[in-house]
């Protein structure tokens, strides 16, 4: 007996070791779902091959890491409870079978069953987090009504006005660039990152929003119908912009109508006296704006009878952009942007119609706008010092945005243009045709194509080949470092290089 206690024991500290070692990754792809089970179920599906490896180490830096939040602290304590309880199970009963076979059968028993937990952590995390769901929903509530609460204390005795920004892309860089300008009249606190969810939001009211501030701009995400209503009914916006609708998250949402739906409740969402902004350069918006009965801005480059704020004069060139700004009832002015390509002067008419609604001056909105610095990873350029010029485009992708890239590598005249791209995912079933269509355009613009992903990328080299781009120019791969090791193969000193989005660490990249 003495000798099964120590096996046990010993198969028990290796069995605590590895599988708690094994958890953190788990943990880390169901922070990336949201905590959601089912979300989380569909990875585990789609990644059998990945989570079926007895060893699997996942990518040293992934692009959104682990954070160790309250709640991933919560949900690690119960899921180490949740392993106590498979432990000692499979302890006693490997006890019962020594006892009514033999030492070898028990020792066997223990060891093959504490292998079977180890190798099913990421399923054992389901029970987990569902343990785990109803004690953390009661402190989401109380985060979520706290902030609802501030929100509304600091509105009627400060006066404080909130703007809330959504829309398939652009919603990101059109909050950092509305601070900007905000900045140069008002004292403003913007939603860090993509901080765009109840919990992400609540955080930020409660830990950061105070007295002081006179603005604060919420960036409001979802991926399912409802949620935009459920963080517009949290922030309480007294202005609004919906930045761009376009087929993202596909998989969630199924159509273009659904995302019309879902964004338009933030519009639903104002105030009888609320202001409506909308990008009417985008077709899906267009009908949105058209049907709205609050007061509506619009804003754009084309068709520009029909915009409020508009710009025109537009000169894009390597290194920024110029243009003359409208506002029509107020006036022109030239402006000048460190941002790279047209779609960013699109996000910028979208900051300036804050700016102008909140009152502030052309040339208070024409400071605002030389001050705005790029958003890390979407159109950066960053410069090696090899001589080559590097554009980090890798935040995500989508056909609007893709094409937006290409352009600003268009502009570039010397040297060789490369990509390097997995292409545009969370498309649904939209996707493979959109990479075949970005393929073709691709041909257009670039001399090599890395494409990392060799199933995945099929149809971009699909439509790279149909239209004439030498089959010898493209490099298929399998990784990131398989891609940088052509790289440094390939450039020359003149040349530019485009990072075109990266795949979530959540994603499969075969």
Not at 393 to 399: E, G, R, V
Not at 477 to 506: C, H, M, W, Y
Request: charged share 25%.
């Amino acid at each position: 007996m003495i000798i099964l206690y120590i096996g046990q024991f010993i198969l028990l500290c290796l069995a605590v070791f590895f599988s708690l070692v094994r958890s953190n990754f788990p943990i880390h792809m169901l922070q990336l779902e949201g905590y959601d089970n089912n979300l989380y179920r569909d990875y585990i599906k789609s990644n059998r091959e990945k989570i079926g490896k007895i060893f699997y180490m996942p990518e040293k830096n992934p692009k959104l890491p682990l954070v160790w939040t309250d709640r991933a602290k919560r949900l690690l304590k119960t899921h180490k409870f949740v392993n106590y309880g498979f432990w000692v199970a499979t302890v006693i009963i490997g006890q019962i079978v020594y006892k009514n076979s033999n030492l070898w059968l028990g020792l066997f028993f223990t060891a093959i069953s504490l292998f079977l937990i180890y190798y099913f952590e990421y399923r054992i995390l389901l029970i987990s987090n569902a343990i785990a769901k109803p004690k953390e929903d009661k402190i989401n509530a109380g985060f979520y009504h706290e902030a609802q609460e501030k929100i509304k204390r600091l509105k009627a005795e400060n006066s404080l006005k909130v703007i809330g920004i959504t829309g398939s892309f652009g919603k990101t860089s059109v909050k950092f660039i509305t601070d900007t300008i905000l900045k140069e009249k008002f004292r403003v606190l913007h939603t860090p990152s993509s901080f765009n969810t109840p919990m992400g939001l609540s955080k930020v009211i409660n830990n950061e929003l105070n007295d002081s501030h006179q603005i604060f701009i919420a960036e409001l995400g979802a991926k399912v119908p409802g949620e935009i209503k459920e963080v517009a009914e949290l922030v309480m916006p007294d202005m609004g912009v919906i930045t761009a609708i376009g087929p993202t998250h596909m998989q969630f949402f199924k159509t273009i109508e659904n995302i019309q739906k879902t964004k338009y409740e933030l519009i639903e969402a104002l105030p009888q006296d609320g202001l409506a902004i909308f990008n009417c350069d985008n077709e899906f918006l267009k009908p949105l704006a058209d049907k709205t009965k609050l007061k509506t801005y619009r804003y754009g480059m084309e068709d520009t009878e029909k915009l409020d704020i508009y710009a025109k004069d537009i000169e894009v060139f390597e290194k920024g952009s110029k243009f003359t700004l409208v506002i029509r009832g107020k006036g022109e002015i030239n402006c000048q942007t460190k941002l790279l390509g047209a779609h960013n002067i699109s996000n910028i008419l979208a900051g300036v119609s804050f700016a102008h609604l909140l009152g502030m001056t052309l040339e208070e909105i024409q400071r605002g706008i030389e001050k705005v610095e790029g958003v890390e990873h979407r159109l950066n350029i960053i410069d090696g010092g090899r001589g080559v010029i590097v554009i980090d485009d890798a935040f995500n992708s989508n056909p609007v945005g893709f094409r937006a890239a290409l352009d600003v590598i268009s502009q570039f005249k010397n040297g060789n243009k490369i990509i390097i791209t997995p292409g545009m995912v969370e498309l649904g079933e939209m996707e493979e045709e959109e990479n075949y269509k970005i393929g073709k355009e691709m041909a257009k613009n670039i001399d090599y194509a890395i494409l990392v992903g060799k199933k995945r990328t099929e149809p971009i080299k699909k439509g790279l080949i149909e239209n004439k781009f030498k089959e010898e120019n493209i490099f298929s791969v399998s990784s990131l470092d398989e891609a940088t090791k052509i790289l440094g193969n390939l450039t020359r000193q003149g040349d530019v290089v485009l990072f075109e989005n990266d795949l979530p660490d959540n994603y499969d990249e075969e």
